[in-house]
């Protein structure tokens, strides 16, 4: 799945940031969701690093728990979620992978929130309403690949 919208170019594919880039950080923890403040902290570290206002650098901490949520799927105990951050002219990008994935059990419809959708369905609107541009690769080989990007907003937007 792909979203962008505003900043006209197609967002780049998981997994292609730039691993010889000085000012990349990353971060690997195991997958479980008690680690995720630690990535939550990290990016918005990199984002006072592009200067962004608080509310951009508040979405991006949010944008990153629904990426860790959406990358996660599948996720055992064995799984360690990667995440590398960059900087771009006026963007952050972030790179999310999870290794030791196992194919998610088919929804039964149980965890079906009130008005239908599931809770990977949540995490897809709210990342579309986050960012700027991200992907949410397929499973493969065990491992899953997310990205997104996060553009500097123009004052007063």
């Not at 880039?21 to 680690?35: A, F, H, K, Q, Y």
């Not at 979620?81 to 196992?102: K, N």
């Amino acid at each position: 799945m792909t979203a962008a919208a505003g900043s006209g170019a197609p967002p780049r594919a998981p997994g292609r940031l730039d691993r010889e880039d000085p000012g990349r950080v990353e971060i690997s923890v195991p997958s479980e969701p008690e680690n995720w403040p630690l990535l939550r902290l990290a990016a918005a570290n990199v984002a006072a690093r592009l200067d962004l206002d608080v509310e951009t650098v508040e979405d991006l901490r949010l944008a990153v728990d629904e990426l860790c949520t959406l990358c996660a799927e599948g996720a055992t105990e064995r799984s360690r979620l990667t995440l590398r951050f960059a900087i771009e002219d006026d963007a952050v990008l972030v790179d999310c992978t999870v290794d030791h994935l196992r194919e998610p059990a088919a929804d039964d419809g149980s965890t079906a929130l009130p008005d239908g959708s599931s809770p990977r369905d949540l995490s897809l609107m709210i990342l579309a309403e986050l960012v700027d541009a991200h992907t949410i690769g397929a499973l493969e080989n065990g491992s899953r690949h997310v990205y997104l990007e996060m553009r500097r907003r123009a004052a007063g937007s």
